[in-house]
T-cell receptor
Framework: SQTIHQWPATLVQPVGSPLSLECTVE??????LYWYRQAAGRGLQLLFY??????ISSEVPQNLSASRPQDRQFILSSKKLLLSDSGFYLC?????????????FGNGTRLTVT | RKEVEQDPGPFNVPEGATVAFNCTYS??????FFWYRQDCRKEPKLLMS???SGNEDGRFTAQLNRASQYISLLIRDSKLSDSATYLC?????????????FGSGTQLTVLP
């Protein structure tokens, strides 16, 4: 089964600082990878997804970017954080060997921009 | 209309009660269905997939009604530890990896 490693667990960053969140996946090959954000008390918002190395689809225009330098590595970045970037960031992976396979999530990173 | 809709609740039920959640979806080409559970300040975790014939896992029963385009989750003999937000997820039949859509969640609190 898949294991999704995501770090750090919590992060406090000042406005205007850069951001880099990393996610790595074990137990599968060529997964679909996703970055979600969840604001306090709200639902999951899909930010980016990737079907392969170097292939990134952005769901909403924003202050963030994503990259997939390796098959099982997905990175979320920002050059300059905004207060509105605060939230719970979740990396997810989906095994593409089965058409009906579910998503599996990492433990998440709780980001507070001050 | 949202692609996937859930009653946000909250549902407050006593221990031992039976509680049911519904989730409606708008895309008739939907193919796969899942229920996730999310504890406060934690990541969502897969509770169960929903199969066409319905399926059961201990105290949890999931059902699919394609004609009316909804799925349901029934929890019997509720435990305090069942308190969480329950998320419905629908996978649409398209070629895009974006095809998974989450409902906004139903909050359940089981009271002693």
């Amino acid at each position: 089964s898949q294991t999704i490693h995501q770090w750090p667990a919590t992060l406090v960053q000042p406005v205007g600082s850069p951001l880099s969140l990393e996610c790595t996946v074990e137990g599968t090959s060529n997964p679909n990878l996703y970055w979600y954000r969840q604001a306090a008390g709200r639902g999951l918002q899909l930010l980016f997804y990737s079907v392969g190395i170097g292939q990134i689809s952005s769901e909403v225009p924003q202050n963030l970017s994503a990259s997939r330098p390796q098959d099982r590595q997905f990175i979320l970045s920002s050059k300059k954080l905004l207060l509105s970037d605060s939230g719970f960031y979740l990396c997810a992976s989906r095994d593409t060997s089965s058409y009906n396979s579910p998503l599996h999530f990492g433990n998440g990173t709780r980001l507070t921009v001050t | 209309r949202k692609e996937v809709e859930q009653d946000p609740g909250p549902f407050n039920v006593p221990e031992g009660a039976t509680v049911a959640f519904n989730c409606t979806y708008s895309n008739s080409a939907s193919q796969s269905f899942f229920w996730y559970r999310q504890d406060c300040r934690k990541e969502p975790k897969l509770l169960m997939s929903v199969y066409s014939s319905g399926n059961e896992d201990g105290r949890f029963t999931a059902q699919l009604n394609r004609a009316s385009q909804y799925i349901s989750l029934l929890i019997r003999d509720s435990k305090l530890s069942d308190s969480a937000t329950y998320l419905c997820v629908v996978k649409f039949s398209s070629g895009s990896a974006r095809q998974l859509t989450f409902g906004s969640g139903t909050q359940l609190t089981v009271l002693p």
